[in-house]
């Protein structure tokens, strides 16, 4: 007998799962062997009485983990746009290996459901409108997803200067009437405010110059000299 008929093995049974969706449960020599979605079941034709080597067993167990990764993926990107350092951390924290953590990052690229060009225009754009931050937090935040400095720095570059400065003076404008004491306090809380949200030097000056009921330019030049330019 030689090595091939040692290893070949016959499927005995396919069992249909009773609480895993479109999954069977696969039996070689009346042994479970392992389990499979419906389309890796339908791909490899594993039919009751079809005979199996060693390499096909392991090349439908390849097929199965990909498959499932590729799935959970698919469900992460589905329900928000992911970077994909994002999405090479989540399944690695799943439990997948590199190699299949790879061929699907791969896959999802190629059929276009990820881009982190695009994935940062849309972080950044959100960001700068609709939560009304500065490009210097945004910078962070995508650093932090792994986004390509290249790309970061050209979507940086993209952000429109009257739409981040009209974002940063509506929040000063509701920060500078919650805050209270003389008007350098006053200045100084907005500032700091500013700051922490990701706002440059220059736009927290141009914004302090708007927002103040008094033109103290003393004051202001202190203000000035304290703040990191970008």
Known sequence: MNNEEQELQVIT????????????????????AFSVHEDIL????????????QQA????????????????????????????TEVKRKLKEKGFE?????????????????NDE????????????????GRNLI???LQQKGIHQDVVKSTMESINP????????????????????????????????LMRRG???TIVTKVLRVISTESDEEELDYIEDELDFN
């Open 162 to 193: 009257d739409d981040e400065y009209e974002g940063a003076l509506k929040v000063a404008q509701t920060k500078w009437k919650q805050t209270s004491g003389k008007l350098m306090d006053r200045k100084r809380k907005t500032a700091a405010f």
């Open 139 to 141: 910078r962070q935040e």
């Open 118 to 133: 695009e994935f940062a225009k849309m972080w950044t754009d959100n960001r700068v409108i609709s939560q009304r931050k």
């Open 42 to 53: 339908i791909k490899h034709r594993l039919n009751k009485g079809e005979s199996l080597y």
């Open 57 to 84: 067993i392991e090349a439908i167990i390849l097929d199965e983990e990909r498959n499932m990764a590729y799935v959970k993926a698919l469900h992460m990107v589905g329900r928000r746009p992911h970077s994909l």
């Open 13 to 32: 049974k396919v069992e249909k799962q009773k609480q895993g969706r479109h999954r069977y449960n696969i039996y070689l020599n009346e042994e479970y």
């Open 98 to 114: 590199a190699p299949t953590i790879a061929w699907t990052c791969g896959k999802l690229v190629e059929n276009k459901y990820i």
């Open 199 to 201: 706002y440059t030097g």
